[in-house]
C-alpha cells in the first residue's frame, strides 16, 4: 500500500516562503515521477510543478521562477519549495505519484496513481 503524506503547509504573507515535504511509503519511490497540484476553493485541481524519476523538472507557467521541486530519494521525500509568495497561490496543495510514467511529467491528474491527504497554504496580503 502506498501512502503520500504532505507537511509543511500554514498561513503565511505576502512574499513569504513556505517549503512543502511530501513523504512517501513503498520500496520503488526512485522510480515514480511526482507532482505537486493545488486546489483553491471553487476551482479545479492544477498541476504546480513535476519532478522526473531522473530529476528533470517542470513548472506551471504560474509558478516559474518562484517554486521550485526537487526530491530525495533516500529520504523517499519530495519536496516543493515555493517563494515570493501571493495570495493566488492560497490553496489546499497535494502530492502525487506516477509509478506509470517515471521518465515523463504529466500535467493530467489522471495520469497520477497515487494521492496525498493535501497539506492547506493560506497566504495573506
Known amino acids: 500500500q502506498v501512502q503520500l503524506v504532505e507537511s509543511g503547509g500554514g498561513g503565511v504573507q505576502t512574499g513569504d516562503s513556505l517549503r512543502l515535504s511530501c513523504l512517501a511509503s513503498?520500496?520503488?519511490?526512485?522510480?515514480?515521477?511526482m507532482g505537486w497540484f493545488r486546489q483553491a476553493p471553487g476551482k479545479e485541481r492544477e498541476f504546480v510543478a513535476g519532478?522526473?524519476?531522473?530529476?528533470?523538472?517542470y513548472n506551471a507557467d504560474s509558478v516559474k521562477g518562484r517554486f521550485s521541486i526537487s526530491r530525495d530519494n533516500a529520504k523517499n521525500t519530495v519536496y516543493l519549495q515555493m517563494n515570493s509568495l501571493k495570495p493566488e497561490d492560497t490553496a489546499l496543495y497535494y502530492c502525487a505519484a506516477d509509478n506509470v510514467r517515471g521518465y515523463f511529467i504529466s500535467r493530467r491528474r489522471d495520469e497520477y496513481t497515487y494521492w496525498g491527504q493535501g497539506t492547506q497554504v493560506t497566504v495573506s496580503s
Open positions: 519532478i522526473a524519476r531522473n530529476g528533470g523538472t
Open positions: 513503498g520500496p520503488t519511490f526512485s522510480t515514480w515521477a
